[in-house]
Structures are given as structure tokens and as C-alpha cells.
């Protein structure tokens, strides 16, 4: 009895293990449009067996949630005859990934694109350029809107070789709205997106993973994918996050920059500052000579703050004409005065050869258009800390406009909350890393290695920039200070 017992429970061990991803990816009580796990011979659309095609020279390789294929020279990992049918208004489409090389910004001439998911009714495209990486999708013939080649546009700084991140991109077609959750964290809204249909034309659906550019420029990468499915329902990051947990013998990976932290992090920024280098608490009128503003703005000190009033379209940036060292603390209150706007803080800018930011030999900046700024003959790191309902906060180092970091945006979603502000704002530049804290909560980080997007900047001016559409912000109590030794 007790023999028999052993068998059984080692013929169900035995089972577990062999439909585990499936188990694990399975829809919820929702229908399964299509599943495969790379390298098995069969896939599912609902509950039909459709045979699948391995790519040539294709190599095998261990996922956590079971077998992955990387493609051969030709990109295909696999193809089949896929009959999808209705495929629901509301899905989400989730799978593994992994890359034999770092993907990140790359010059303009070199862009790669991979079609990793391709079926006539949308390919879901991963691609690299002079921005940094891009999951993007684009809809068959029969759903592109008129002017409007793709439905959405996720942005990430980069992708690294040595880990697998697992990439759930949940949509729904009659909002118009698609979220990529990365890893278990929801990730911003995409650049672009609209309500569509689907046309249900699909007959044969495929996976590839070369990237490659149509021009042969750039060192091509190649992409390992694991298990696939594609499910009615829109998935839940908490959901996702739980699943991943899950796996077993496996660990999510640490967020190294390439998307958007889980959750601000505690950070007592003021804590490392020292001697103070400069501080205004905006009392009296701006002495002249102090400050210098770039673009059509008007300042203005009422109340004891700060004001700068613009426009739409007139967007602007107000330089405090001090140059700070490399290693810094700042601090500052902003308040904005509608849910709508975008504020940016400039650090470490200098003037491209060694020049001063304010060198007449420079381009003038008299308007405080953007790439002035970003692929201009400055050089300085610049974020966002207020995006009003974006979601989102970005790092950038130009020239160049490279995304070298993301997080979560802490003021808007502060605001949308009903808090009413001010809000504390903190930068700490300490070597090679930058941190960026609202109100205690850091949530974006960079370290400049000195290759990956050219030198690290050092020593230079601090501004503030304000988009237009913002029409006023209040800053108040700002203080800068050396970096405590």
C-alpha cells in the first residue's frame, strides 16, 4: 500500500513539473486566445493543438518558467498556422525574454528591430535607438488609424544580457489604452495610443528575435524567448508581481534603471549636505545678475516665492549664474498652480570643449527650445519631477537626450490625491551617481560609468526649467550646499 502510494505521488511530482508554466501563465477563468512554450512541437489556440515550426539552427535554452528558444542567424524561433478567431476587446499578452548582448541608446544610423511577435491583426516590436529601447506595437492594415501607424509606445533606458525579464503588455481596445508591466511593475503610459478593433484576420502567427537594422548597420542582437501566452483579461501588476514570486529556484531581479522602481525608496538627501553654497528663500526681488533667463517668461517674487509665468508653447529656463562643483545637495519647494505642466531641473550643464555655459561663443538660447538643450553645445544631465498626470519621471544625459533613467511621478499622483503642496524637491550629486528625491521618497537614480553614454559630466551651472503649458510655479527656500565630507 505504502509502495503504491510513493508511485502515485511520484507519477503527479512528474506531472506538476511538465505543465508548471502552463499552469503558472494559465488565464484565471479567462479564455486562453494562444500559448506556447519555444520548443515544444505544438501550441494552443483555446483548447486546439496547432503544430509549430522551430526556426533553423535555433539553440535551447533553460527559462525560469520552463524551455526558451534563441533564434538562429535568420531570427525565427518559431512559426505556426494559429486560426485566433474572436480575440477579446480586453487581453494581455505576456512572455519572457532574454538577450545575448546589452541593448541600449545607439547612434541614429545603427537602430535594431526585432518583430518578436507578429500576426496579421499586431507585432509587438522590441527596438533600439538614439532614444534607448522601445517595446512597441503596431496593428494590422485593417486597425491603423488614419496618420497613426501604431497603437503604443513604451520606452525603457536599457536591457540587460545577463538576466531575463519577463514583459506583460495588457491592453484595451475599446479604451485605447496598453500598459507594459515589467518584471511586475507597472510601467508609464505609452507616447501614443487610441481605441481601435481588432479585425480577428489572423491565420499564422510568429516569433523572431533577431534584431538587426534594414541598412546592415549596428551589431545585431539576438533574443531568447520563453513561455507565451495571450489571454483575455487585463492583468494586474499585483497579480503578475505574485506569479513571479512564485517561480521557483528564480528571483526577480534587481531594477537597475531599465524601467520604473516598484516603489519610492526613503532618502534623507538634505541629511548629507554641508557648508552652503547658495540660498534664497525668495523675500526680496532677484538681484540682478544672479539668476539669467533663457526663453519668454516673466519672473515674478510675490509672497515670499518665486513665480515664473509662460505660456503655452513658450517654454523657458532660469540659470542661477554660479557654478557649482561636481558634488552637490539641493533642495527646493515647488508648487505648481494647475494639475497640467512639466518641470525640469538642468545640473552639471557647462558648454560643449570646456567652455563656460555662458560663453558667447556658444548658440544662443534666447528662445529655450528643448534641443538647445539636449543635442545642442551643452553638455549637462537633466530630469523631470513634476509631469503633471503622466505617471512618469525621466533622466536624461545630453548632449545627446539619452534616457539613462526612469521613476515614478510623485508630485501629480501626490496632487491627483488632493494633496495641495508645497512639495520638497532634492538632487544629490555624489561622484558617478545622481539621486532625485520629492519629499523624502527617492525615486529616480543614475550612475555614470564614463563609457556607456560618453564622460560623466562634472562641475557646472544648475537651472530650472518650466514647459509652457505649465503657466506658473511657485519655488520657494532654495538651498544648495557642498556635499558633507
Known amino acids: 500500500m505504502q509502495s ?33 512554450v519555444p520548443g515544444e512541437r505544438e501550441a494552443r489556440v483555446g483548447k486546439t493543438a496547432v503544430a509549430m515550426e522551430a526556426g533553423p539552427q535555433i539553440a535551447e535554452i533553460d527559462c525560469p518558467a520552463g524551455r526558451a528558444l534563441r533564434c538562429g542567424p535568420d531570427g525565427l524561433i518559431g512559426r505556426g498556422q494559429a486560426r485566433l478567431g474572436a480575440i477579446p476587446e480586453r487581453g ?41 529601447v522601445s517595446v512597441n506595437i503596431e496593428g494590422g492594415h485593417e486597425i491603423r488609424r488614419p496618420n497613426v501607424r501604431g497603437l503604443a509606445s513604451f520606452d525603457l533606458t536599457h536591457l540587460r544580457a545577463d538576466q531575463w525579464y519577463h514583459m506583460a503588455i495588457r491592453y484595451d481596445a475599446p479604451e485605447g489604452k496598453w500598459r507594459l508591466i515589467l518584471n511586475g511593475v507597472l ?45 483575455a483579461g487585463v492583468a494586474e501588476p499585483r497579480e503578475v508581481l505574485a506569479k513571479l514570486k512564485a517561480v521557483k529556484d528564480w528571483s526577480i531581479p534587481p531594477n537597475r534603471g531599465e524601467g520604473v522602481l516598484e516603489e519610492p525608496e526613503d532618502f534623507d538627501g538634505e541629511a548629507l549636505g554641508g557648508e552652503v553654497i547658495y540660498e534664497n528663500v525668495f523675500d526680496a526681488p532677484l538681484e540682478d545678475g544672479q539668476w539669467v533667463l533663457e526663453g519668454p517668461a516673466r519672473l515674478e517674487v510675490a509672497d515670499g516665492r518665486l513665480l515664473i509665468h509662460n505660456q503655452e508653447g513658450n517654454h523657458c529656463v ?95 499622483s501626490k496632487r491627483i490625491a488632493g494633496a495641495a503642496g508645497p512639495f520638497r524637491v532634492v538632487v544629490v550629486r555624489r561622484g558617478k551617481r545622481i539621486d532625485c528625491a520629492v519629499d523624502g521618497k527617492r525615486f529616480l537614480f543614475f550612475e555614470d560609468d564614463g563609457e556607456t553614454y560618453g564622460p560623466a559630466h562634472g562641475a557646472g551651472y544648475f537651472g530650472l526649467r518650466q514647459m509652457g503649458h505649465s503657466r506658473a510655479i511657485a519655488y520657494d527656500n532654495l538651498v544648495i550646499r557642498k556635499l558633507k565630507e
Not at 8 to 35: H, K, N
Not at 202 to 222: C, D, Q, V, Y
Open 187 to 231: 510601467q508609464p503610459e505609452p507616447w501614443f495610443f487610441g481605441p481601435f478593433k481588432f479585425r480577428d484576420l489572423t491565420r499564422t502567427i510568429e516569433f523572431n528575435g533577431l534584431m538587426s537594422s534594414k541598412e546592415g548597420k549596428g551589431e545585431p542582437a539576438r533574443v531568447a524567448l520563453g513561455p507565451i501566452i495571450w489571454r
Open 4 to 36: 503504491g502510494l510513493m508511485v502515485s505521488v511520484a507519477f503527479w511530482v512528474v506531472v506538476m513539473l511538465l505543465i508548471w508554466p502552463r499552469v503558472l501563465w494559465a488565464a484565471e477563468g479567462g479564455q486562453t486566445v494562444f500559448s506556447w
Open 92 to 132: 494581455t499578452i505576456d512572455f519572457w525574454l532574454r538577450l545575448d548582448r546589452r541593448i541600449q541608446v545607439c547612434p541614429p544610423g545603427d537602430r535594431l528591430s526585432a518583430k518578436l511577435v507578429h500576426c496579421e491583426d499586431l507585432t509587438i516590436y522590441l527596438r533600439e535607438n538614439d532614444n534607448g
Open 318 to 412: 532660469l540659470w542661477l549664474k554660479k557654478r557649482l562643483p561636481r558634488d552637490f545637495v539641493a533642495a527646493w519647494d515647488v508648487q505648481p498652480s494647475q494639475m497640467d505642466g512639466l518641470a525640469i531641473v538642468f545640473l552639471s550643464a557647462m558648454g560643449a570643449d570646456g567652455r563656460d555655459l555662458f560663453d558667447p561663443t556658444l548658440a544662443r538660447r534666447d528662445s529655450g527650445e528643448f534641443p538647445l538643450y539636449t543635442r545642442g553645445d551643452i553638455r549637462c544631465y537633466h530630469f523631470s519631477y513634476y509631469a503633471g498626470q503622466r505617471g512618469s519621471a525621466n533622466m536624461r544625459k545630453n548632449p545627446g537626450f539619452y534616457m539613462i533613467g526612469m521613476g515614478p511621478e510623485l508630485i501629480g
